[in-house]
């Protein structure tokens, strides 16, 4: 058995933000026949008119990121229940893991590597019992689509996910809430880091 921490990758090609804004202009400004305003720097002002001051959301779905993530079956049967959003997950039924390296599992948020106390080591023997079960009943002559309902919830799966800009800031701002769960809040509060480093003015504040 292998525990590993989870982790994203976003998979959109870097793009300059200011030349991907200008592209968005040419769309935005078709709702408002405005064409004949574009200019240099006028593309972050329609921006952030339309974002702050008009709420005129329904335009942003144009703009589009694609990340995947490899975490646990608990975070992606949370992260599946936003609707605007396409979804590839790696299949329990098809994907087998290989016996002599066993089966992956993701490293719980309030737990370290190195942690030796009880709760660990209840979590890491429940991991280790499932894992036998598995390979267990793969050699009593299950399919794996009938044995995988003894895999744990913290097992490791990788999940690609494209969702359009609105979508991102929604998803954002309810995973990275106080109130979402610890596993699925510490991934997107990095993802979240990343985004504004990448593009602050899609994903900062006003400016």
């Known amino acids: 058995m292998k525990i590993i921490k989870q982790s994203f990758e976003i998979l959109t090609p870097m793009q300059n933000e200011l030349e991907l804004l200008e592209w968005w202009e040419k769309i935005a400004r078709v709702c408002y026949k405005s064409e004949n305003r574009i200019k240099p720097g006028s593309a972050v002002k329609l921006f952030n008119k339309l974002k702050y001051q008009l709420k005129h959301e329904s335009i942003f779905e144009h703009i589009n990121f694609t990340v995947k993530f490899i975490t646990n079956r608990g975070f992606t049967h949370e992260l599946v229940r936003h609707r605007i959003a396409s979804f590839s997950?790696?299949?329990?039924?098809?994907?087998?893991?290989?016996?002599?390296?066993?089966?992956?599992?993701?490293?719980?948020?309030?737990?370290?590597?190195?942690?030796?106390d009880e709760e660990f080591e209840?979590?890491?023997?429940?991991?280790i019992v499932s894992e036998n079960s598995y390979f267990k009943l793969l050699k009593d002559g299950q399919t794996p689509e009938q044995a995988r309902g003894v895999l744990p919830i913290d097992l490791k799966t990788e999940i690609v996910v494209t969702a359009n800009l609105r979508e991102w800031w929604h998803i954002l701002k309810l995973r990275t809430s106080k109130e979402a769960h610890p596993q699925i809040r510490s991934l997107m509060l990095d993802l979240e880091k990343k985004f504004k480093e990448d593009y602050p003015i899609l994903f900062g504040k006003e400016k």
């Not at 893991?97 to 309030?110: A, K």
């Open 89 to 116: 997950q790696q299949s329990t039924r098809y994907v087998i893991p290989n016996r002599e390296e066993g089966i992956s599992v993701i490293l719980p948020v309030w737990f370290g590597i190195n942690t030796k």
């Open 122 to 127: 209840t979590w890491t023997k429940s991991m």
